[in-house]
């Protein structure tokens, strides 16, 4: 008989941002986690296999949002076999503890987007054996910033001025396989363009920018929501303009500019004395507009701004207010996600507990994983002509040793993290898993909560806090055992 139900009991599940000890049942029909109490008591079922984990970690498989290539496939390079290529490389990956990913494609040509774009859309099927499932492709560029171009090709980098340039890019009917992009808001019209993107569900991340703090500001107020590897290939941190950086230091709660209180109209009028109003015994009621007193006494609901009309000045009143509602500034955006490369290379490990400090629910790990990821040191052709040179975890362009992405896995990653920021395992687990999936919009995804898929990896921890894989499993099935 096979197995349907499967019980991960005596195991220190990632929930809530704790480790707690727990069971946990997930359903290889449905490929998602289920109740106990539902399926035992609503319809008999028990577990077709019970798995002691001895203490082992359950977390939600990883989730990868800047992954370049692999195993020798380039997501931005044409390629015969790329549909093919593609599926392969989507069952090693898995084995990796990336149960779902957004390939990014690098600053390209518009016919190399045309002809890759519809094979990197997101996975229709929930087929565990399919491996790591696709969820769109995050296009990186090409309007992006030339002065902080990384590695990208500067001869194929553009400016965007209508909505027209960016459908001749990435071709018109392209748009529902892309997930994010990055792009450079002060590059064009891109700040725009921005809510043209975020009407079609394609989500806007700041990168490769030389954008001031004002400007990514504004960038945020448009619709953007995430930051592209914070600190690399941008403005550097200033103490007088913190550039991009300064996002995750605002305070959402408070306006940008102060408001200015009401001028009273005449300094020999006398006041008006506004009766203090009787306090209810009763609590507030969460659902109930809030009530202001006016300068007569009576009351009145407040409204939502987008419907406040000016009050009109009672005849007993002596105060007017000089600030017109037009004139009240617009809200400050909440701080954005941001991806962090915990490599060692790309940021100092300092610089990276700065960053986390700064807005630790926004943290995102991303490793920048180029083609060579999973294939031995040694020299590979880049886009543009040039040689990336792999040795270990670090890639660099041949001709002048400028850092060219990484060759690092996502748990390498999670482990650098941990140990250069203390913020203990199961907050480096989330930068993986719930994190990345709240910034996609992903409500079934890095969360072991009923009706959640039944993405997972099984860790082993040792006396030393470093993380190990021991087992993969996707939609209910375990696709890969150390």
Not at 289 to 318: A, C, D, M, V
Request: aromatic share 6%; charged share 20%; proline share 9%.
């Amino acid at each position: 008989m096979s197995v349907k139900i499967t019980k991960l009991t005596n195991g220190h599940l990632l929930r809530d941002g704790q480790l707690t000890p727990g069971d946990l049942w997930i359903s290889s029909e449905t490929g998602r986690i289920i109740s106990p109490q539902s399926a035992f008591y609503g319809s008999g079922r028990t577990p077709d296999a019970v798995i002691d984990l001895k203490g082992k970690i359950v977390s939600p498989g990883f989730i990868e949002l800047q992954l370049n290539g692999y195993n020798g496939l380039d997501f931005a390079k044409l390629d015969a076999t790329f549909e093919r290529k593609f599926k392969d490389i989507r069952k090693e990956l898995v084995k990796s503890g990336v149960t779902s990913f957004t390939p990014t494609m690098t600053s390209s040509v518009p016919e190399v987007y045309h002809a890759n774009l519809p094979c990197l859309g997101k996975s229709t099927s929930r087929t565990a054996s399919d491996g790591t499932e696709c969820l769109g492709t995050h296009v990186e560029g090409p309007f992006l910033n030339p002065e902080r171009n990384g590695i990208h090709t500067k001869e194929v980098l553009q400016k965007a001025e209508t909505w027209s340039d960016i459908e001749a890019c990435y071709g018109e009917d392209n748009f529902k396989h892309i997930r994010y992009i990055t792009a450079a808001p002060e590059q064009g019209n891109m700040i725009n363009l921005i809510p043209d993107f975020v009407s079609r569900d394609i989500i806007c991340s700041t990168g490769h920018s030389n954008a001031t703090f004002e400007q990514a500001q504004e960038a945020l107020k448009a619709g953007a929501t995430m930051v592209t590897h914070m600190f690399n290939a941008m403005r550097p941190f200033g103490h007088r303009d913190p550039g991009i950086f300064g996002l995750l230091g605002q305070n959402p709660s408070r306006p940008s500019t102060p408001i200015q209180s009401p001028k009273q109209k005449s300094p020999t009028s006398p006041p008006t004395i506004t009766p203090t109003p009787k306090r209810s015994s009763s609590p507030p009621n969460p659902f109930t507009l809030p009530r202001r007193t006016l300068s007569n006494g009576s009351t009145r609901t407040s409204t939502p701004r987008s419907s406040f009309e000016s009050p009109r000045r009672s005849p007993r009143s002596s105060l007017s207010i000089s600030t017109s509602i037009s004139s009240i500034p617009d809200p400050v955006p909440d701080p954005p996600f941001f991806g962090l490369i915990s490599d060692g290379i790309h940021l100092s490990p300092p610089t990276l507990k700065i960053a986390y400090s700064a807005h630790p629910s926004g943290a995102i790990l991303v490793t920048d994983a180029m083609p060579l990821t999973g294939l031995p040191d040694g020299v590979c052709p880049w886009t543009n002509g040039e040689n990336i040179v792999k040795k270990g975890p670090m890639l660099t362009l041949e001709k002048n040793g400028r850092i060219a992405g990484s060759a690092i896995s996502l748990l390498e990653c999670v482990n650098n993290f941990i140990q250069w920021t203390g913020c203990g395992t199961a907050d480096g687990l989330r930068a993986v898993t719930e994190t990345p999936a709240r910034m996609l919009g992903e409500t079934r995804k890095g969360r072991l909560e009923v009706g959640c898929d039944a993405d997972l990896c099984i860790l082993q921890q040792d006396e030393e806090g470093n993380l190990s894989l021991q087992q993969v499993w996707k939609f209910g099935e375990c696709v890969h055992a150390a």
